[in-house]
């Protein structure tokens, strides 16, 4: 007989990620039964034929008491809404935790619609993705030897914290616990930045009409710096009014790197382009 983690557990968002948990639970055997809810139909039906999830939640209310844990995987912009729609139907044992890209702001949230923060609240974010989206790209291997961050609060109990991170060990990943505040620090400037480096980059060099062409000689370099700029526009969006603040720092600190560079160019100092260089490999070097 399985020995399942939980019984059942409640994806709200059947995308990329939501979609990709749930069939990483399904096709582990980590939970009895995985429900799927989605604002658009067509997801959740597609979701159900492909064997994402095992059942749609036709009626959320009842899907969110009946749940030992839900996981919203919306838009960051939408998580307040979600938080706000499931709220009054929530056990006090339920846990509920989220997979969005930015966590301040759904803490934020939290606050305000809770009052306080619950103790099975624990806030999370897979650091797996990709630059498709929607249930039909979702796959059950996307977390495995990846890292997932919880950001537990003061508030949060810790075997809450215990159980969720143990069902994502069980689809692959390895969590890390971080502070909410270090969490978006950081991830603004491992992922946020670089992401709009790309984007920036190709929409300056795409701006010029006659420049569309020069991207037909585009080498290997090219391709591997800009794959993230085909990500989508408005998950993009949605990060950067969530987490303005840190992403503006980590842009002023960039711009000042590149002025640096400018300037040893500028004033033909090998010593300082070759310092940047030297410094900027050796960093990479040791992290592959
Ligand atoms: P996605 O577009 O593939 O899926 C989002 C799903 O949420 C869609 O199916 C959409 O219909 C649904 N949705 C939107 N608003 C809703 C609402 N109010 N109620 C119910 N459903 C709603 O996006 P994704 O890539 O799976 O991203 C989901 C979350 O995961 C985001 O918060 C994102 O920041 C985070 N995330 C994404 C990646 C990535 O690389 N794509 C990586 C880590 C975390």
């Known amino acids: 007989v399985a020995q399942y983690r939980l019984e059942r557990v409640l994806i709200i968002g059947l995308g990329l990620i939501g979609g990709s948990f749930a069939k990483a639970l399904r096709t582990r055997f980590c939970v009895r039964e995985v429900v799927g809810a989605d604002r658009s139909m067509d997801e959740c039906r597609l979701g159900l034929e492909l064997g994402v999830i095992d059942r749609i939640a036709e009626d959320l209310p009842a899907e969110v008491g009946a749940a030992d844990l839900v996981v919203l995987a919306v838009p960051v912009k939408a998580m307040e809404t979600v938080l706000e729609q499931i709220r009054p139907f929530l056990k006090l044992q339920t846990l509920v935790t989220d997979v969005g890209s930015t966590k301040g702001n759904l803490v934020t949230a939290a606050r305000r619609i809770f009052g306080h923060l619950p103790a099975t609240f624990i806030p999370g974010h897979p650091i797996a993705g990709a630059e498709k989206?929607?249930?039909?790209?979702?796959?059950?291997?996307?977390f495995e030897h990846h890292k997932v961050i919880?950001?537990?609060?003061?508030?949060?109990?810790?075997?809450?914290?215990?159980?969720?991170?143990?069902?994502?060990?069980?689809?692959?990943?390895?969590?890390?616990?971080?502070?909410?505040?270090?969490?978006?620090?950081?991830?603004?400037?491992?992922?946020?930045?670089?992401?709009?480096?790309?984007?920036?980059?190709?929409?300056?060099?795409?701006?010029?009409?006659?420049?569309?062409?020069?991207?037909?000689?585009?080498?290997?370099?090219?391709?591997?710096?800009?794959?993230?700029?085909?990500?989508?526009?408005?998950?993009?969006?949605?990060?950067?009014?969530?987490?303005?603040?840190?992403?503006?720092?980590?842009?002023?600190?960039?711009?000042?790197?590149?002025?640096?560079?400018?300037?040893?160019?500028?004033?033909?100092?090998?010593?300082?382009?070759?310092?940047?260089?030297?410094?900027?490999?050796?960093?990479?070097?040791?992290f592959t």
């Open 133 to 142: 989206s929607g249930v039909r790209a979702s796959d059950a291997d996307l």
């Open 150 to 286: 919880l950001t537990p609060l003061p508030e949060t109990d810790p075997n809450a914290t215990l159980e969720l991170a143990r069902l994502w060990q069980s689809v692959g990943a390895e969590v890390l616990q971080m502070e909410v505040d270090r969490h978006d620090e950081v991830l603004a400037a491992t992922s946020h930045l670089p992401h709009l480096l790309a984007f920036s980059l190709v929409d300056t060099l795409a701006r010029e009409e006659e420049n569309l062409d020069i991207f037909r000689y585009a080498a290997g370099g090219f391709r591997d710096f800009t794959r993230i700029a085909a990500s989508d526009p408005t998950m993009w969006h949605d990060i950067c009014v969530a987490n303005r603040d840190a992403i503006l720092a980590q842009i002023d600190r960039y711009t000042a790197g590149v002025s640096r560079l400018r300037g040893a160019i500028a004033q033909s100092d090998s010593e300082g382009m070759l310092g940047i260089f030297t410094r900027a490999k050796a960093a990479r070097d040791h």
